[in-house]
């Protein structure tokens, strides 16, 4: 029912806001800025 009204592009943005919250964003800035690289972000990301 949705294929029909969504493009590929609004269904992507919805997926992505919908399993990355706003809240897990954050403190993954965070880490990234404290510890100065994307390693232990992308360690911690999946929780």
Do not use: D, H, Q
């Amino acid at each position: 029912m949705l294929a029909g009204k969504w493009s590929l592009a609004s269904a992507l943005s919805f997926l992505v806001w919908y399993i990355f919250p706003r809240s897990a964003r954050r403190p993954s800035a965070w880490v990234k800025r404290e510890t100065n690289g994307w390693a232990w972000p992308a360690v911690m990301f999946p929780t």
